[in-house]
């Protein structure tokens, strides 16, 4: 049974239909915006155990200069794995990697926009935090990687090496089945 993305009023609302929809799709969970001339950005409050899996969006704004953007858990600066294969748009391949860093560092761009597409799983759980997504900007590629550590996080923080302006940071939650 498909459900409407537009209702119109009088339309019935079955608990069938409640069932589909409660049981699919993402989550608005928060947005947070970047402020002015800032080189990290805390977003708190973001993971709980409502939900294991999350998708983080940044988009907007402008970086001081192009830049890649990085991540850490909230307060942890140790153990983290990550690699990077991205292209040129002319077409040539490259990789880079953080072997126990103390941050990810590729998880987005800053430059023309202030650009993040990733799926963060377990966050919230006593379980290793990773991550898959997508860098889009000055080259394009996958971004995948690890915090290897077993605690349980509520937040992340984004940082830059100069700074950044404006854009949006938005984490929606993948409801459980």
Not at 3 to 25: C, E, P, W, Y
Not at 94 to 122: C, H, K, P, Q, R
């Amino acid at each position: 049974m498909a459900i409407s993305s537009t209702f119109v009023t009088g339309q019935v609302f079955t608990a069938a239909d409640a069932n589909l929809m409660a049981n699919s799709g993402l989550v608005f969970v928060k947005s947070q915006t970047i402020g002015t001339g800032v080189s990290s950005v805390a977003v708190t409050s973001a993971f709980s155990s409502t939900y294991d899996n999350y998708r983080i969006v940044a988009s907007g704004g402008i970086g001081s200069a192009l830049q890649a953007m990085t991540m850490i858990m909230t307060g942890s600066t140790a153990n983290y794995y990550q690699i990077l294969a991205y292209w040129t748009y002319a077409g040539a391949p490259t990789a880079v990697g953080v072997n126990n860093g103390a941050s990810w560092g590729f998880i987005g761009e800053s430059g023309d926009s202030n650009t993040i597409v990733i799926d963060i799983l377990n966050p919230n759980n006593t379980k290793y935090t990773q991550f898959s997504g997508h860098y889009i900007g000055s080259v394009a590629g996958t971004v995948a990687g690890y915090h290897a550590i077993t605690t349980a996080y509520t937040g992340f923080t984004i940082a830059v090496p100069n700074t950044m302006t404006g854009g949006t940071i938005t984490v929606y939650g993948y409801r459980k089945a």
